[in-house]
């Protein structure tokens, strides 16, 4: 019995690698950045108060949503 629980806790050491390896890949794997996120609420937070008239001018500005490079810079900076 004794000798079955060394064993499990040995099994522990590679599994607890193999779990973290495999999230650190997906969360590094996953597209955008805090950034990119941080951009994409502030589009869709001026989208949703503006009504119709701020969704034809944000389409306008595809590449930066719409947002100066002063605050791109700006949250490059704090990220």
């Not at 607890?16 to 869709?44: H, S, Y």
């Amino acid at each position: 019995m004794f000798q079955y629980v060394i064993k499990r806790i040995l099994m522990m050491i590679p599994t607890l690698f193999g779990i973290t390896l495999v999230c650190f890949v997906v969360i590094n794997l996953a597209p955008g950045g805090p950034i990119e996120q941080k951009l994409m609420a502030m589009r869709f937070g001026g989208a949703a108060a503006g009504g119709g008239g701020a969704g034809s001018g944000g389409g306008s500005s595809g590449a930066n949503f719409g947002v100066s490079q002063d605050v791109i810079d700006a949250l490059k900076k704090q990220y």
